[in-house]
């Protein structure tokens, strides 16, 4: 379970910085595969993400109303630089990210985290993130929809949760 938490954590700050720029090219509509792999834990950990350009969007928007006060994105050559400082779960995250790749087909993200107070223990934490366009969504999903093995689907979750 504390491997999902930081799954999650490190997802939606990679969420965060993400949404902090417009520029940012869009994600292929689709099934992306997204695998993380973190110094923490053996192995990879896998996800599947069925999304369009709506839920994309709405996931970004989502993530950015977070409590941040520095919420900034760059294009640094063939790369792209994030950096926010944000709230999170009573702990002050500081995130940089590194994206490379090509949004519609393939990307990788190095991503690493400062937490003061130290979030459940950690004073910080890093992930490689890489993320592959599969094709279309499988029949059945829904844009919006992320499968983790072993887990429900989280739009199953959010059901009659308050918005």
């Known amino acids: 379970m504390q491997f999902f ?3 999650v954590s490190l997802f939606m700050m990679s969420g965060l910085v993400l949404g902090a720029s417009s520029d940012l090219p869009k994600r292929k509509s689709g099934l992306w595969e997204i695998r993380m792999s973190n110094p923490a834990v053996k ?3 896998a996800m599947q993400q069925c999304i ?7 996931m970004k928007n ?14 640094e050559a063939d790369k792209w630089v994030a950096e926010s400082i944000c709230q999170f779960d009573g702990s002050t995250a500081k ?3 590194v994206f490379t790749g090509k949004f519609d087909s393939a990307y990788k993200a190095d991503i690493k985290s400062a937490y003061e107070p130290p979030l459940r223990g950690m004073r910080e934490s890093s992930a490689v ?17 992320i499968l983790i093995p072993r887990m429900p689907n ?7 949760a308050p918005k």
């Open 43 to 45: 192995g990879v950990q």
């Open 129 to 145: 993130i890489e993320a592959k366009w599969l094709g279309a969504c499988k029949p059945g999903q829904s844009p919006g929809d």
């Open 62 to 75: 989502r993530t950015v109303k977070q409590s941040c006060s520095k919420n900034e994105m760059r294009r």
């Open 154 to 160: 989280t739009n199953e979750m959010r059901k009659g």
């Open 52 to 58: 369009d350009e709506k839920t994309d969007d709405l």
């Open 95 to 97: 995130t940089r990210a």
């Open 5 to 7: 938490i930081l799954f």
